[in-house]
């Protein structure tokens, strides 16, 4: 072989020794149709100062769901917006839906209060009175056990927000009014500022949310402060659970067909194209695991349709090895010797599976432009195996190939498909 060519085998076995480090080493991402989970829809809803909608209302809710999400310690979810005024979020392994709604759904408005001195009982319509100081000027806000053994929510100030609670709690010292901390205009709790603050107030920037319930709930508030308050109210629109025993059956289903149809047709490429069925069967082979491989670097997430789009992909793969042989046959059936019939029958195949590739990624191209959710991971395999079986059948295949022809008794023309015999050079 020429030395571009061992170069080139050396490359390979380089990525297939990546791959397989790859595939062992950083597991690939399920989709919620394989590992079971929630899938929430949520639309944004305008309000009196939000009348309209727009893409960067939406974005803001976005990010805020991220923020909220990502603190949760969800493994691998799926944001993404649908249409005008939907969010699509999906959560695999979320065994808690009514959680997730509450961790999402809630706007988490925070705002700091001052009960109006002639009034009795406060409430969130009347006898409270805004200072100024809301959940904008939160720097963090972190759960925490007190000495009583309860849960509590502790904030912390930004310098601005640090000067405003220092200024109302120095107002309310003393005077037996109470300072109302309201989430999303809900009353929160009331506690009253001694009279050791009355006019300098509690500096520091510090400050705590007592009767926070539970663990989770004291957690929930906190991812929900620290994300910061959506823009615009959301609303539930669909809620649909998938259970993971449902995933693992269409895992494992979808493993069984995969590999069936794997190890038919390397059947059939050996016993119909001999040793270019070989030469297939290995490249097929390194296909897979640069595919794999890649899957995980890039942070695919694989789903039902991911799948059946990488199973496609291996039929694309394996039919540019068929024009390739088909190619090489007719060849050395004109008497070309053999290492010129092989070079004719790649050059040749060349153009015909350049061709075929490059429609089939339009096609992808145009299925994640459209598309949406699943259909956008179908065409994400799909646009990976179709670019990878490019490489594996037109390079891969050849160089092992000609590895293989360096072996005297497999320079038979007759393993390469020939009817009658070719001169050996």
């Known amino acids: 072989m020429k030395q571009r060519y061992w170069l080139i085998l050396l490359l390979v076995v380089v990525l297939t020794a990546g791959s397989i480090y790859t595939i062992l080493n950083r597991p690939i991402s399920k989709g919620l149709d394989l590992v079971g989970g929630t899938q929430l829809t949520l639309e944004a809803q305008p309000t009196a100062e939000v009348k309209e909608i727009t893409p960067e209302v939406l974005q803001g809710v976005k990010t805020v769901l991220e923020q909220r999400i990502n603190a949760l310690g969800t493994k691998e979810p799926l944001i993404q917006v649908r249409g005008k005024n939907q969010i699509v979020v999906q959560l695999p392994e979320e065994k808690d839906p009514e959680r997730a709604i509450r961790l999402l759904g809630d706007t988490a408005q925070l705002e700091f209060k001052e009960e109006v001195p ?24 972190r759960q925490q056990i007190n000495q009583s053994g309860e849960w509590e929510v502790a904030l912390e ?22 300072l109302g901390v309201f989430l999303d205009d809900k009353l929160v709790t009331t506690p009253t500022v001694g009279p050791e603050f009355a006019g300098v107030g509690i500096t520091g ?29 959301i609303k539930v629109v669909e809620n ?136 956008r991971g179908f065409a994400v395999t799909l646009a990976i195996g179709v670019a990878m079986s490019l490489f594996t059948a037109v390079t891969c295949s050849r ?27």
């Open 157 to 178: 100030f930004s310098d601005k927000g640090g000067q405003l609670f220092a200024q109302l709690t120095g107002a309310l010292g003393g005077t037996g009014r109470r």
């Open 240 to 375: 649909r659970t998938v259970g993971a025993s449902l995933g693992q059956d269409s895992v494992d289903s979808s493993l069984r067909a995969g590999i069936a149809g794997v190890i038919a047709v390397g059947i059939f490429m050996l016993l119909y194209y001999r040793l270019q069925g070989l030469v297939a069967d290995l490249a097929l082979i390194v296909y897979a695991l640069l595919n794999l491989a890649l899957f995980a670097w890039v942070g695919v997430t694989l789903t039902l349709p991911g799948i059946a789009g990488f199973i496609l992909s291996i039929g694309l793969a394996v039919d540019a090895n068929v024009l390739i042989a088909e190619r090489t046959k007719e060849e050395l059936n004109a008497g070309k010797k053999l290492y010129s019939a092989v070079d004719a029958g790649f050059d040749r195949a060349f153009a015909s599976i350049l061709d075929g590739h490059v429609t089939n990624l339009i096609a992808c191209a145009v299925l994640f432009w459209l598309g949406t959710g699943l259909v």
């Open 399 to 425: 160089v092992f190939l000609l590895l293989l022809l360096k072996v005297p008794p497999l320079r038979n023309p007759w393993l390469l498909g020939a009817k009658a015999p070719a001169k050996s050079a």
């Open 205 to 233: 920037g510090k400050a705590v949310i007592t009767g926070a319930g539970t663990v989770e709930e004291a957690t929930d508030l906190a991812i929900k402060l620290r994300a910061g308050a959506l823009p615009v109210p």
């Open 118 to 141: 002639s009034s009795g009982i406060g409430n969130a319509d009347n006898g409270w009175k805004s200072t100024g100081l809301t959940g904008k000027e939160l720097k963090d806000a």
